[in-house]
């Protein structure tokens, strides 16, 4: 080597040190976040009135909160989730059964997957959604539909299942490599999908994989269904605009624009659910649209059903620091000031009214914020009850395993952050109470 390469090359060397140095400085002077766990500290705060009309007009008839619920939604549009653009509110999907076997789980169910062709057009953005429909049934049947983590084929080691296409976090618990998802990948998810337990119960289940929608990772807009939606020129969303959640919430409706075409389900009968960050897309999707029957947050937390005001748990400016992909640029203003965020979680639970809503936490998940999850829950009681049901059964929260089965659903059960079979088996004694033929 010769002396100037040498000095070339220890100069770089310095300076990649250098940098590194400076990096992990810069990181460390970041404040680390405490998150509060402690009930008296939690603040005083004044919720928005759902039933408050922006024009200082009170709600007092279900035609007004029509009204009402157009201006919510507006809200969450512009400064929470994201406005869906026109082009993709726009788009007509088409749909092709890819794959079918009628003699899935033994027999139980017929398992088949439709691929959604998001724009129509066979080399545009597509998912894939996977079907169990029950085999023993007289009617079309019910459908309890819901995004997964890490593929359809994490849902059940049914080897028929095929791998998603789109990309996959690597890891132990994905089973992917290069971003992709291989034959390891099968049943990674499947504790949380009870797939023969709710066929048996008659219900359908469909399922997307939410990385065929956004890839849930910091640069996942590039691979996502946004950029097929932009204006001629645009080059990232509008500050207004839909991000991952918008994008996964759409996902679902499209899902549902092909259950309605399927004579083997019910479209006027789907439970859509949704666990922790699916669980506010679900929300998200439930509330745009109202073919979604009956609504089922699981341990959502923020930006979910828990109430933003309340400090416990993960916060505003958490979550839009960890993952800034997740809500529009303009919900970030709130990082600071989340007093002056025009609406809170309990007006997001308001726009599934007058359908079926349930609201399930977990004692061990306080990251959530249960009791914000519940109170978030109570204080939509009265749009519910003005709409003439009976809203929410309880005004304290209830103790652990104490389902509350009103109009608006809760359970608090012990354990971690996670989907049970008794989670499910509350929904499904949910759902057969509230979607009964
Ligand atoms: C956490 C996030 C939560 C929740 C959760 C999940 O890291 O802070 O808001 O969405 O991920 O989706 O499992």
Redesign the pocket.
């Given at each position: 080597m010769t002396t100037k390469l040498f000095i070339r090359r220890v100069t770089i060397a310095v300076m990649v040190a250098l940098l590194c140095l400076s990096a992990s400085l810069a990181q460390s002077q970041q404040p680390q976040f405490v998150p509060n766990y402690d009930e008296s500290k939690v603040g005083d705060y004044k919720l928005p009135d759902p039933l408050m009309m922006a024009s200082g007009t009170r709600v007092a008839s279900a035609r007004q909160w029509r009204e009402r619920r157009q201006e919510i939604l507006r809200l969450y549009e512009t400064h929470v989730y994201g406005r869906t653009p026109a082009a993709a509110k726009a788009a007509k999907a088409t749909f092709t059964e890819t794959s079918r076997d009628a003699k899935a789980l033994g027999g139980l169910a017929t398992r088949k997957e439709v691929t959604v062709y998001l724009t129509g057009k066979q080399d545009g953005p597509k998912m894939s959604v996977l079907f169990y429909i029950p085999n023993q049934r007289n009617q079309p049947a019910p459908v309890f539909i819901g995004l997964n983590f890490n593929g359809n084929q994490a849902i059940s080691s049914d080897p028929g299942i095929s791998l998603a296409s789109s990309w996959l976090r690597d890891g132990k618990e994905t089973g992917a490599a290069n971003n992709r998802a291989t034959e390891k990948s099968r049943g990674t998810e499947s504790s949380r999908w009870p797939v023969e337990m709710i066929v048996k119960r008659g219900y359908a289940v469909a399922t997307i994989y939410n990385g065929d929608l956004f890839p849930d990772h910091k640069d996942g807009l590039r691979e996502s269904v946004i950029p097929h939606f932009y204006r001629s020129g645009q080059t990232s969303p509008d500050a207004d605009e839909w991000n991952a959640l918008g994008a996964w919430a759409w996902g679902l409706s499209r899902a549902v624009d092909a259950i309605e075409k399927d004579k083997d389900l019910d479209a006027k009968r789907i439970a859509l659910l949704g666990h922790?960050?699916l669980g506010?897309g679900a929300l998200w999707a439930g509330a745009q649209d109202e073919r979604f029957a009956l609504v089922i947050s699981n341990e959502s937390?923020?930006?979910g059903a828990a109430l933003a005001r309340r400090n416990y748990g993960?916060t505003v400016e958490r979550?839009n620091t960890?993952?800034p992909h997740w809500f529009n640029a303009n919900f970030k203003k709130y990082n600071k000031d989340v007093a002056s965020l025009p609406v809170d979680q309990h007006m997001l639970l308001a726009l599934m009214a007058p359908r079926p809503l349930y609201v399930a936490s977990a004692e061990g998940d306080q990251?959530a914020d249960p009791r914000g999850e519940f109170l978030s829950a109570k204080a939509a009681d009265p749009v519910y009850r003005l709409l003439r049901t009976d809203g929410l059964g309880a005004t304290e929260m209830p103790g652990l395993h104490q389902p509350v089965t009103t109009t608006i659903g809760h359970h608090i059960r012990a354990g971690k952050?996670d989907v049970t079979n008794y989670d499910w088996e509350q929904f499904m004694n949910f759902a057969d109470k509230h979607l009964r033929r």
């Open positions: 922790s960050r506010k937390g923020e930006g993960e979550i960890s993952f990251w952050h």
